[in-house]
């Protein structure tokens, strides 16, 4: 096994939470022992939270001591007044967490190896510099895909190289740049996707299509997003709540509805989800991060080149054929990755012009 | 990381041979060295040839020790007047391989851990017993997914257990079984499958429609089954080769066509295949290993019950969008493995009744 094979892992693990990460990077991380057994591969879950390498890391030291797994428990639900067990620990606290990794290592992962899709962040922001967690544990060598371009977080293969840990760069980059893309958009300006739901055989309509993991993660990407933009002929017909119920204190994103009437039936569900700003737009004017729901309108509208900002499409797709026409679309699509949640598929494309 | 990681990779790595390795079980090896890094994740690719587990030891004696690779790859070019570089040993004579590896492994492999989706066979057929093996080379752990419930080969385990050697069954044993089905239907007569292939949008007429990895596939299964079945509205249509010309050395199928009538112009090119046998057949007689190509006509029989012994399904599904109405199946279908040929998904299912 190759560091690319680690990187990919590294990667796929990103992925999973490609978009959830607003507005910080999807970052994935990987730690081998200082034999090369693997400990952990972990990703950025949510901003605010944990970054990838701490949280690799901390996953990393509980596989290699018991007696840090029940310390780390055991102070951080004294400290939150929590109720955290083991493996449930993606969602923490991250600078309480990092400063007890600091505290409590005891040189386990002493010449551990880290492989990271985006080069370690050397700043103090919400969480301090991750570079310098992976210097001061001891880690022998780092291998990164992706170069920090940010002038604020980059400077973490310096800080590392300084103090005498290997540094690689560019495993995987074309895979670990394209997986960054999002996020360089949202620093400038916006970034905005369209997400389709598919049966196996491409029926896009009649009721529920996909499973239970891929909703879930629909009701994810609408809680972190700025604003949902559905088509009014959507609205109409479906009568969506479009709101975040299958996950645990989801927010519900505002709903831009475009149209080039404004009359609706104020009883069609979405309209009263508490804390939700809708507006109905002939034009659209989108900033910010903005996902947009629905095939119908929006696929001849990317087509006809006025949905320029929309670069990319997320497409899920069930492994249940269905009754009913399918979906033809005529875009230039290039595939950039393919997971699975559950039985479903999903697959991120960019939109080629 | 866990034993069901590990164990997932190597099934993972059998699926990629399912059927190729007719009429051997497709199984999939891991190993990791005595510290639990991964040296090696290789399956059983063609009968004949080495099996997962020698194949995997090869490969992490390889990756331990630069000596023990330059004298394989010398001593067995000379045997065989052969080219073989690093990296290509996938398809080897099996003999002298275990051999060679059994007098020059120099203990390198001594307290490793080997995880195998079928209990290691403890018999001499074309290659000897890969128990003895992993024994010999002083293996400490042997994970293992299925029993092997064949009278010849089975014992692999306690053989394991009586030298010491500590075993662990059982293992995503589900997954595991699920791999070797089609292997116990070829032993109780035939084993029988559908391939087809559709876009990303379900549509599976006008022209190529997947990669050439998968259309590779594709030619390989033909190598290797005894018989391929196609519909005569299909030949009459689309007057196909249904050849191996994608790989080196492939062996021609004979051909069934299913079909009332039996005229059909002999100029359509499946007929002048080299090595060929094709019969015209109205009431299918199936035996060994068969694959059904064609979803038009073969869909609707299977809905009517009509191609019991048709128990699989493969489907291969391009990231493109087509033009053109989407294929529609009414079965009961169980999705069994789903894997990638590069932008190409494939999925394996179970046709339930």
Request: aromatic share 10%.
């Amino acid at each position: 096994m190759n560091d690319e094979f680690y990187m990919g892992l590294a990667l796929s693990e990103a992925w999973k939470f490609q978009i959830l990460t607003y507005p910080n990077p999807a970052v994935g991380c990987l730690i081998l022992d200082e034999n090369g057994q693997i400990l952990s591969c972990k990703a950025h879950e949510m901003a605010g939270y944990l970054h990838a390498e701490p949280t690799a890391i901390l996953f990393a030291l509980c596989k290699k001591s018991e007696k840090f797994k029940d310390d780390f428990i055991k102070a951080y639900n004294a400290k939150f007044s929590s109720n955290i067990k083991e493996g449930e620990f993606g969602l923490l606290e991250p600078k309480f967490s990092y400063e007890f990794i600091l505290n409590n290592h005891s040189n386990l992962l002493k010449n551990a190896k880290a492989y990271v899709t985006l080069e370690p962040c050397s700043h103090h922001g919400k969480t301090p510099p991750c570079a310098n967690l992976l210097k001061e544990l001891g880690f022998s060598e780092v291998i990164i895909g992706s170069h920090d371009e940010n002038k604020i977080a980059s400077g973490g293969g310096n800080l590392l190289q300084s103090a005498g840990v290997r540094v690689k760069f560019g495993v995987l980059k074309v895979r670990c740049d394209k997986l960054l893309e999002p996020f360089l958009a949202y620093q400038n300006g916006g970034f905005s996707f369209l997400k389709i739901a598919i049966s196996k055989n491409g029926v896009a309509s009649g009721g529920i299509i996909t499973n239970e993991f891929s909703r879930t993660h629909v009701h994810k990407l609408r809680s972190v997003i700025d604003t949902l933009v559905i088509g009014g002929n959507t609205v109409r017909t479906d009568r969506p709540r479009l709101d975040t119920r299958l996950i645990k204190n989801g927010k519900n994103p505002d709903v831009i509805i475009y149209s080039r009437s404004d009359k609706f039936d104020e009883t069609i569900p979405l309209f009263s989800v508490p804390g939700r700003k809708v507006s109905v737009q002939k034009e659209l004017n989108i900033k910010g991060l903005c996902m947009f729901e629905g095939a119908g309108e929006f696929l001849k509208l990317a087509k006809e080149g006025k949905l320029a900002n929309v670069k990319w499409l997320l497409i899920y797709q069930s492994s249940d054929f269905k009754n009913g026409e399918n979906l033809r679309l005529d875009l230039n699509l290039k595939p950039l990755f393919s997971g699975n949640f559950g039985d479903d598929g999903y697959t991120w494309y960019e939109i080629l012009d």
